[in-house]
């Protein structure tokens, strides 16, 4: 995830991420998503991929021949994990960073699926702001998508930012304000389609209401617990647009065992592809 205010070495919105020429460079490593069912290249230092783009994939509810927006997709986890599970689905990444959004056009390449159907693209965007153009690249005729979802930067600018110029990007929103990317985000979604965020629990009320102040509803709320018995520090929120159903309190899921292995709940996720359980 990356979007603040502030990108790196921004493309100007004229000039989309170009296809790579050459190999990795010497800053780049190539690994593995979902034990080895997906190639995926990231930077070496600096922001790395985390458990939440592959676990919020795994909670999105699509179906072969929807769409799916994710805003601040960084090198393209999310939606390469989303497009693994449901076959043809297309999807379209927002990132802030010229050289991030670059990287995932090269993962989205580098990852052929079998299912014609399935396309995977990026647009660099500087959240909450998106650009207009994107309406005419949106699969749908409306310009919306199925299903949108997002990790969005939370922690504040006035803690002690990072050295790294590219996890600064990725991890602060530079107003303090996640709300800002859910009031966005909710005017990208077809009626009746999914909004889903992971976000850190200290600001999940406020998520909430932005969400239900900007016409979504049918809210559900799905902790991710470290570890038996410890507080949730992250939790998953997922929305309807247009939604008039109750709140819902899901079980959620621990993520690690007492000794610190994954637990075996989370390894169907993380490395079966499998989707969150209890979504």
């Known amino acids: 995830m990356s979007g603040s205010r502030k990108a790196v070495n921004p493309l100007q919105p004229s000039k989309p991420p170009q296809k790579r020429t050459s190999s990795l460079s010497e800053k780049e490593r190539e690994g593995t998503l ?4 997906l190639r995926y290249t990231q930077f070496r230092q600096g922001y790395r991929t985390g458990l939440e783009p592959v676990l919020m994939a795994a909670a999105i509810p699509a179906r072969g ?5 994710e805003a601040g997709c960084g090198a393209g986890a999310g939606l390469l ?5 449901v076959p043809g689905v ?5 990132e802030a960073d010229a050289d991030t959004a670059e990287l995932a056009a090269h993962n989205f390449l580098n990852n052929p699926f079998p299912d014609s159907r ?17 309406r005419a690249k949106a699969p749908t005729a409306n310009g919306r998508f199925h299903h949108v979802m997002a990790n969005p930067p939370w922690h504040s600018v006035h803690g002690t930012p990072s050295p790294d110029d590219r996890r600064r990007l990725a991890l602060s929103a530079e107003n303090d304000d996640p709300q800002a990317w859910i009031r966005a985000l909710t005017r990208w979604v077809l009626p009746g389609g999914t909004l889903t965020f992971i976000i850190s629990s200290a600001i999940a009320d406020r998520a909430c209401q932005t969400l239900l102040e900007n016409g979504c509803g049918s809210l559900q709320l799905y902790p991710f617990w470290p570890k038996p018995g410890r507080e949730a520090k992250l939790v998953l929120i997922q929305a309807i647009h247009g939604g008039k159903g109750i709140f819902r309190l899901r079980p959620g899921l621990v993520l690690h065992e007492e000794d610190g292995r994954f637990t075996d709940a989370t390894e169907r996720v993380l490395r079966l592809g499998e989707a969150l359980p209890g979504s």
């Open 34 to 37: 979902l034990n080895g069912r």
């Open 65 to 69: 021949g929807e769409t799916i927006l």
């Open 81 to 85: 994990c989303l497009a693994a599970r």
């Open 118 to 134: 399935t396309r995977l693209s990026i647009v660099q965007a500087i959240l909450p702001t998106i650009p207009s153009s994107l």
């Open 90 to 94: 297309s999807g379209i990444g927002l």
